[in-house]
């Protein structure tokens, strides 16, 4: 199985941007669905934006028109781009690699944090 390493977050202040980047080891194009989650303190980790390998793409309704995911098959990598970020977006952002039969893959996460 792929291992996967996500880059790209810090800190940020209110209505402002980032690019996570999640790049695999090896070949996404096995991985049915590759995703992005997050977890803030005190909380669940919940789904934040996710994309097939046929580009159906879903979004938390949190996330949804600020938040951009796409996955570059060719580079093995999957991006999330985030715009008007918010305090409570802050979490720990992590990549997940889903295929349709097997195991599941996480990345160990990236810490974001929006704050004045």
């Known amino acids: 199985q792929v291992q996967l390493v996500e880059s790209g977050g810090g800190l940020v202040q209110p209505g402002g941007s980032l690019r996570l980047s999640c790049v695999a080891s090896?070949?996404?194009?096995?991985?049915?669905?590759m995703a992005w989650y997050r977890q803030a303190p005190g909380k669940q980790r919940e789904l934040a934006a996710a994309?097939?390998?046929?580009?159906?793409?879903n979004y938390a309704d949190s996330v949804k028109g600020r938040f951009t995911i796409s996955r570059d098959n060719a580079k093995n990598t999957v991006y999330l781009q985030m715009n008007n970020l918010k305090p409570e977006d802050t979490a720990v952002y992590y990549c997940?690699?889903?295929?349709?039969?097997?195991?599941?893959?996480w990345g160990q996460g990236t810490q974001v944090t929006v704050s004045s």
């Open positions: 090896g070949s996404i194009v096995d991985y049915y669905v």
């Open positions: 997940n690699a889903h295929p349709l039969i097997g195991v599941q893959v």
């Open positions: 994309a097939t390998i046929g580009d159906t793409i």
